[in-house]
């Protein structure tokens, strides 16, 4: 057990669909990281956050949103879903802000988008 | 094309024998992780090299890092059936004053008992 949690763990929804990622980091850890893993993609980079500010981007499409509240969880917000949005979300979270900081990955969320 | 591209793909080797996967990347970096992840499941961290280093040990594990090849390999001794997972290499690649690490696709190991 990493520490992070995700809910929810499966998610199955219509396009043209909203949906909200939810994701609570290990104690003590103020970076969270969202990523997306589909097998065509690979795991791709989408959204970091520090202490509440958006730090890093990755490839994030505009019809993605996220944020970190004030106690340090996270949300992801998937708008106007596609076929193609169908992935495996994670999220991830480390101490500090940086690639000298090992991350520790929660159980992610299935999305299917029928 | 990725930053970060492991070798090979894909490898199957028996119980007890060893197995080495390769990471290229194409930038400088600072620092080099290596994840394993089982199927369907959250990446789990292995190892942490800096650019400085050039090897470094945990357990079964070793993995090397040669800065002027840009290269890097994570070598599993005495493998067992439960090392099977896939395994990915990450780099930390500097955007504007921030660094993100950035995965590669990975290498699906499957050990045979």
């Known amino acids: 057990d990493s520490g992070v949690t995700q809910t929810p763990k499966h998610l199955i929804t219509a396009t043209g669909q909203r949906v909200t990622l939810r994701c609570s980091p290990r104690?003590?850890?103020?970076?969270v990281y969202w990523y997306q893993q589909s097998l065509d993609q690979g795991l791709q980079f989408l959204i970091q956050y520090y202490n509440g500010e958006e730090r890093a981007k990755g490839n994030i499409l505009e019809r993605f949103s996220a944020q970190q509240f004030p106690d340090l969880h996270s949300e992801l917000n998937l708008s106007s879903l596609e076929l193609g949005d169908s992935a495996l979300y994670f999220c991830?979270?480390?101490?500090?802000?940086?690639?000298?900081?090992?991350?520790?990955f929660g159980p992610g969320t299935r999305l299917t988008v029928t | 094309s990725q930053q970060g591209e492991e070798d090979p793909q894909a490898l199957s080797i028996q119980e007890g024998e060893n197995a080495t996967m390769n990471c290229s990347y194409k930038?400088?970096?600072?620092?080099l992780q290596w994840y394993r992840q089982n199927s369907g499941r959250g990446l789990v961290h292995l190892i942490l090299i800096r650019s400085n280093e050039r090897e470094k040990h945990s357990g079964r594990l070793r993995v090397t890092l040669d800065t002027s090849k840009k290269s890097s390999s994570l070598l599993i001794t005495a493998s067992r059936a439960a090392d099977t997972a896939s395994y990915f290499c990450?780099?930390?690649?500097?955007?504007?004053?921030?660094?993100?690490?950035?995965f590669g696709k990975g290498t699906l190991l499957t050990v045979n008992p």
């Open positions: 990450a780099t930390d690649v500097r955007g504007g004053s921030n660094y993100k690490l950035t």
């Open positions: 991830a979270s480390s101490v500090g802000t940086g690639g000298s900081y090992e991350q520790y």
């Open positions: 104690s003590g850890d103020l970076s």
């Open positions: 930038t400088s970096i600072n620092n």
